[in-house]
């Protein structure tokens, strides 16, 4: 059973421009910033989902014992995001820098998972894993 963490509170109309502005206009603004939080939100919940793919692609790696990382595979990735991102009228740059801090998470993840599967295998060559 996953256990669920008890969510911070969190106040949507917390503002250090509460009582400083005309209140039309922060009814407006906390409105605007209550869609990016969602979109925020659907954020996490994506990017977690993304990075239980990429723990599978991790275990398969280290089971087949393929490098961490796989730079061509990177770099088309990033050539894509880039264009993604252009399309979509967002800056490219950023685009690159978002996957690449990503990319590099996976990386760390992928290299712990080789580490931890070389510890359970260590002593047994590849033969003696019936997983291999």
């Given at each position: 059973m996953?256990q669920?963490?008890?969510?911070?509170?969190?106040?949507?109309?917390?503002?250090?421009?509460?009582?400083?502005?005309?209140?039309?206009?922060?009814?407006?603004?906390?409105?605007?910033r209550?869609?990016?939080d969602?979109?925020?939100?659907?954020l996490?919940?994506?990017?977690?989902?993304?990075?239980?793919?990429?723990?599978?692609?991790?275990?398969?790696?280290?089971?087949?014992?393929?490098?961490?990382?796989?730079?061509?595979?990177?770099?088309?990735?990033?050539?894509r995001?880039?264009s993604?991102a252009?399309?979509?009228?967002?800056?490219?740059?950023?685009?690159?820098?978002?996957?690449?801090?990503?990319?590099?998470e996976?990386?760390?993840?992928?290299?712990?998972i080789?580490?931890?599967?070389?510890?359970e295998?260590?002593?047994?060559?590849p033969?003696?894993?019936?997983?291999?």
């Open positions: 996953s669920q963490s008890t969510p911070s509170p969190y106040d949507p109309s917390a503002s250090s421009l509460q009582g400083e502005v005309d209140p039309e206009v922060m009814q407006e603004l906390l409105r605007l209550g869609s990016i969602n979109f925020d939100a659907t996490v919940y994506l990017l977690a989902e993304r990075f239980k793919s990429t723990q599978r692609v991790g275990w398969l790696k280290a089971r087949h014992r393929l490098p961490a990382s796989d730079p061509n595979r990177e770099a088309s990735q990033i050539e995001l880039r993604l252009s399309d979509a009228h967002l800056d490219p740059v950023f685009a690159e820098k978002f996957l690449n801090f990503v990319i590099e996976v990386i760390r993840h992928h290299e712990a080789s580490e931890t599967h070389s510890a295998t260590d002593g047994a060559g033969e003696a894993d019936p997983r291999s």
